[in-house]
Nanobody
Framework: QVHLVESGGGSVQAGGSLRLSCAAA???????MGWFRQAPGKEREGVAT???????????NYVDSVKGRFTLSQDDAKNTIHLQMNNLKPEDTGMYYC????????????????????WGQGTQVTVSS
């Protein structure tokens, strides 16, 4: 069983920054972790994901709308990922969820949220104009 604990989030004005963190317990090898977000009335979308295998990280991926503004990083000692969000825009507003899924083989992480089977409780990010 995998347990994900999120922290961070909050409210900022456009152009501001926030940092999200997600600590995972129960995984050691061959898995994907990442952040998804869901705005009211919209589908959940992948924001940033990464594949990890025994402390080696591959296939980091970002949705186009956050490239150059968001950075996904890893703290292997704490089995934690961080999402640094800079130059936030009102369209970044939504509930952000940490997610994880075991992978049989090394490769890119799945894009569809339906393929991820472990989720955090979610943390709200609100960006005002």
């Amino acid at each position: 069983q995998v347990h994900l604990v999120e922290s961070g989030g909050g409210s900022v004005q456009a152009g501001g920054s926030l940092r999200l963190s997600c600590a995972a317990a129960g995984y050691t090898y061959s898995y994907c972790m990442g952040w998804f977000r869901q705005a009211p009335g919209k589908e959940r979308e992948g924001v940033a994901t990464i594949y990890t295998n025994y402390g080696h990280h591959f296939y980091k991926n970002y949705v186009d709308s956050v490239k150059g503004r968001f950075t996904l990083s890893q703290d292997d000692a704490k089995n934690t990922i961080h999402l640094q969000m800079n130059n936030l825009k009102p369209e970044d507003t939504g509930m952000y969820y940490c997610a994880a899924v075991r992978r049989k083989d090394e490769g890119s992480c799945p894009a569809q949220s339906s393929e991820w089977n472990y989720w955090g409780q979610g943390t709200q990010v609100t960006v005002s104009s």
